[in-house]
């Protein structure tokens, strides 16, 4: 959605309040919506935002709606207004311009804390002095929750993330995991309409954060929660996040499920941001309903992709190619089209596959992906090795942004 369109939305999404019955929890798909649930689609109305700062705008005109029971992910790099957003819902800062909306209520209207909103800190701010079931029971007692329902909410929170165990224990003797898992509790146990989670994984080792990740997506579904997470970590939000909007300089760039924002970017930027990708410039020159052919100095043939645009001819454009999408070969390859030769310049073993640099005749560099199966094939070439790389016309995406 673009900015400017608030008044549009809101009829448009209060109409759909009005028709839609309220969904329980279920069963997410990956890079869908949960199965087996009746979803409101505009459980969080996020209308034509902006948030300043002084002369400095960090949020600019914002339009987003996330579904009842979706986990929904914030994407973009240091400074790019997510975790301002976030903020904002959460009512840590104020609105300049626009609304936010959950289940219909304004938050505008509602102090920080009367809001259905519970937020998870990327420190977890546990308080050291207290122990595990403390910390969770601190923000019921503050609502004057005692007694046995007390205890109970408290002793279902902490099994339900798998630490009643620990109950006794203070933060400093838990690892950093235990420690997320609590701080997760704490915000699960008031029984939030919205969860939001500042960078949720950042403090955590590569394989522990690997682990958790897929726990904490299972705790979540079987609360039914709607989530909003805010992170950097492309791998985290395309593991994790049911839809994920990327951001830039306080809008929106692109927004989808993980699958449709990876392989089908609108923009250099996204392209470039999420995952790594290969980019070619060149002009259109040919362009038809089932293709376009583009000619790029980076190669001796055309570039050929197998879906039309709308442009001109001679109109510059950019072809995205993900470095999976590249085959390394030793001979030349059949065809007029997709095609370049070069040197091996350096060479990346990860393990399951191996990242190839190729420097082509024209001087630029492009990246494969080539799988360990695929490098017994062509006899693993080493560097300086002259070697060709192909793709299919399926392969690359015309940008022209």
Known sequence: MQAGVGQAIMSEQSSALKGTPNGSGGRREPGGVAAGVSLDDNFVQIVDVVKKFGETTAVRGVNLSVKKGELFALLGSSGCGKSTLLRMLAGLESVTEGQILIDGEDLAKMPPYTRPVNMMFQSYALFPHMSVESNVAFG???EGVRGGELKERVHKALELVQMAQYAKRKPHQLSGGQQQRVAL???LVKRPKLLLLDEPMSALDKQIRQRTQIELVNILDQVGVT??????DQEEAMTMANRLAVMSEGRIVQLGTPHEVYEYPNSRFSAGFIGSTNLFDGTVVEDEPDHVFVETPDLPVRMYVNHGITG???????ISVRP???ALMRKPPEGAYNWGRGKV?????????????????????VVANVSSLALGEIDSPTFDDEVYVRWSASAGVVLTS
Request: net charge positive.
């Open 140 to 142: 019921l007692k503050q």
């Open 185 to 187: 509790a704490r915000s």
């Open 227 to 232: 989530c909003i997470m805010v992170t950097h």
């Open 312 to 318: 001109p001819l001679g109109m510059p454009v950019t």
């Open 324 to 326: 999976e999408r590249i």
């Open 345 to 365: 310049s350096n060479i990346a073993y990860m393990g399951g596959y191996t990242l190839y640099h190729v420097t082509l005749d024209s001087g630029k560099v």
